[in-house]
């Protein structure tokens, strides 16, 4: 898809002229910087101050648009769990959980297993203060708790969801320019606004090296998400002593790399990157082939990607709605079907949406990736 409208905002927002200050004292700042800002800034940060989700809102999500999307996993969270030999207590860890959808529908499909239920407590991984809230008057504070970082989630055995999160995470982009890496970077010109340069290459390490291509052409550009190398050291000093799953589910590519995925997003259409600062979504597709490579080097298992679609019909999505169809209305009937289609359609967001399980202390592959293999 391409861009439909690029809605350049009259007067400059105010992380816009935050960000016109800093980069007028010290110089251009790397894609990154820029993404950071204009997702995460305290004051003025879109996920700081936004509710990004819903029809009022930018974008949907699947937990958004059908039940079954977090009735499944709950399912799948319950079968993972026997598999690890059902300690107890375990935690239920979403990163990113919007409004708390799929949290509230995986934990009424987990009454099927009582003793799963009983062993879990809730812990969200969220920064915005308006999507807190919102999860807090969904799923109330009986067993859930929040924190600002896996990191600050007690330790123990642990699976975790991420549905949309990685996406959110700042890029770097690197640009090949005259046979050597250069860092891609915003400036700011008093006529032309936020514009793209290139800047010498600040350090990258050792695994950010390796997960660079191999034989890049003039111009190409690469992406790197530094934080999900963190999030998945993050699993694994925590599978240093007990199990952990987590599943990743977001849109983005599993081969080759995709050079510039940077995108925005407002009210369920395409902005310009530069648009609004701070007033649109910003997110760059995960490049699931160097997620593999990251859990990797971290000493985690990676099971996939799969494509959402074949992933949502292993686990059982036609069974569970013919159930719900039975008990619906038409109404409820027809959007029970329009949903499970957009979910799986490879069209829609069956083929762009995919899934990767990264695993610790598991000895076998988590459901349905051992049908895979
Ligand atoms: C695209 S939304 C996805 C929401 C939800 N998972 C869903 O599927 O509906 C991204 C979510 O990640 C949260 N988020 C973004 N960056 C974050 C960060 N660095 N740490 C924790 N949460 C973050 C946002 O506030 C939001 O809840």
Redesign the pocket.
């Known amino acids: 898809m391409t861009p439909q409208s690029a809605t350049a905002a009259t007067e400059p927002t105010p992380l816009a002229r935050k960000l016109m200050a800093r980069i007028a004292a010290d110089g251009p700042i790397p894609v990154s910087a820029y993404m950071d800002a204009c997702?995460?800034d305290p004051e003025h940060g879109y996920?700081r101050t936004a509710q990004?989700?819903g029809r009022s809102g930018d974008?949907i999500?699947?937990?958004?648009i059908s039940q079954v999307f977090g009735e499944l996993l709950g399912l799948w969270a319950a079968s993972v769990w026997q598999a690890m030999g059902a300690p107890k207590p375990v935690a239920l860890i979403?990163?990113?959980?919007?409004?708390g959808?799929?949290a509230a529908d995986a934990l009424r499909a987990a009454k099927a297993l009582p003793a799963f239920q009983e062993a879990l407590s809730l812990h969200l991984?969220?920064?915005?203060p308006v999507?807190q809230s919102e999860q807090a008057r969904l799923l109330g504070t009986g067993i859930t708790t929040w924190h600002?970082?896996i990191n600050d989630v007690p330790d123990g055995p642990a699976i975790i969801?991420?549905?949309?999160?990685l996406?959110?995470?700042p890029v770097r982009q690197l640009v090949w320019r005259d046979g050597e890496w250069r860092e891609r970077c915003v400036a700011h010109d008093p006529d032309q606004g936020f514009l793209f340069c290139e800047g010498s290459l600040a350090e990258l390490s050792t695994a950010e090296q390796n997960l660079l291509p191999c034989d890049p052409a003039d111009g190409d550009i690469a992406e790197l998400r530094s934080?999900a190398t963190g999030l998945l050291a993050a699993i694994r000093a925590r599978g240093d002593a007990q199990p952990q799953a987590a599943l990743f589910i977001d849109y983005g590519h599993g081969e080759a790399a995709a050079g510039d995925t940077l995108q925005a997003v407002s009210g369920h259409r395409y902005a310009g990157v530069f648009d609004a600062p701070g007033q649109h979504?910003l997110?760059a597709h995960v490049d699931f082939r160097a997620l593999a490579k990251q859990a990797d080097m971290a000493g985690l298992g990676a099971f996939g990607p799969m494509a959402q679609g074949r992933f949502l019909l292993q686990l059982g999505l036609e069974a569970r709605c013919q159930t719900l169809l039975r008990a619906g209305t038409p109404a409820q009937q027809q959007s029970i079907m329009s949903g499970a289609r957009r979910l799986v359609d490879p069209t829609q967001m069956g083929e762009l949406f995919k899934v990767m399980a990264v695993t610790a202390g598991l000895s076998e592959a988590p459901p349905p990736f051992g049908e895979q293999q």
């Open positions: 997702l995460n996920y990004p989700l974008f999500t699947a937990p958004e979403e990163l990113g959980p919007g409004r959808t799929l991984v969220e920064t915005s999507l600002d970082t969801f991420a549905n949309e999160f996406d959110a995470l934080d979504d997110t």
